[in-house]
């Protein structure tokens, strides 16, 4: 079946570090990929998102390349601020779907000062 | 102007009782949606409807009865509460014509049901 796994959080880094969060899917055919980031009492909100192998979807400073050799889609940023704690999830869309999203679990992110 | 709204935003309520959570979108989409978040942040869709049609409708209790009046609203309303109901519920909405953000979903705030 289709599924997403991403690394477990929470996440706890120093605000400037890097960040890493792990995802990868199972899919039949070929998904479109997103993240999605939940912020404190909000809904979720794209982040970015990838519809072909290869692709690099960014934005914010964000960014998650899309290897289907790996079925990875992970999510990065260089330095990451207080004002980027937040619950990420990862997501993909299998074409034909009827545009239903197949969640991760999603990973709390932490940046303290 | 909020672009996906729910209401209520928090609903307690006693077990058996029934209730009803209201979504509405004024971005103009023709396809809307149900989540459920539980405790531990996963989050699943439970229905969707296109036009006002069904189209996708998860394994979900028929405890539970999506309703759409029209295009820019879906309705949830569920029968006989169960404690493991409890979990925060969230509507988004998404349109299929061609653009930038097609089939992109954009989700509401959240309703946080609690079912004592």
């Known amino acids: 079946g289709n599924s997403v796994t991403q690394m477990e959080g929470p996440v706890t880094l120093s605000e400037e570090a890097f960040l890493t969060i792990n995802c990868t899917y199972t899919?039949?055919?070929?998904?479109?990929l997103f993240w999605y980031v939940q912020y404190p009492g909000e809904g979720l909100q794209l982040l970015l998102k990838?519809?072909?192998?290869?692709d690099k979807g960014s934005n914010k400073g964000f960014e998650a390349t899309y290897r289907k050799e790996t079925t990875s889609f992970h999510l990065e940023k260089g330095s990451v601020q207080v004002s980027d704690s937040a619950v990420y999830f990862c997501?993909?869309?299998?074409?034909?779907?009827?545009?239903?999203?197949?969640f991760g679990a999603g990973t709390r992110l932490a940046v303290h000062p | 102007d909020t672009a996906v709204s729910q209401t209520p935003k928090y609903l307690v309520t006693q077990m058996g009782n029934d209730k009803s959570i209201k979504c509405e979108q004024n971005?103009?989409?023709?396809?809307m949606y149900w989540y459920k978040q539980d405790s531990k942040k996963f989050l699943k869709i439970m229905f969707s409807?296109?036009?006002?049609?069904?189209?996708i409708n998860e394994t979900v209790p028929n405890r539970f009865s999506p309703k759409s009046p029209d295009k820019a609203h879906l309705n949830l309303h569920i029968n006989s509460l169960e404690l493991g109901d409890s979990a925060v519920y969230f509507c988004?909405?998404?349109?299929?014509?061609?653009?930038?953000?097609?089939?992109?979903?954009?989700f509401g705030a959240g309703t946080r049901l609690s079912v004592l």
């Open positions: 988004a909405s998404s349109q299929t014509r061609e653009g930038m953000s097609k089939n992109i979903q954009y």
């Open positions: 899919a039949t055919g070929y998904p479109s």
């Open positions: 971005l103009g989409h023709d396809t």
């Open positions: 997501a993909l869309r299998i074409s034909g779907g009827y545009n239903k999203l197949i």
């Open positions: 409807y296109n036009n006002k049609e069904l189209i």
């Open positions: 990838a519809t072909k192998a290869d």
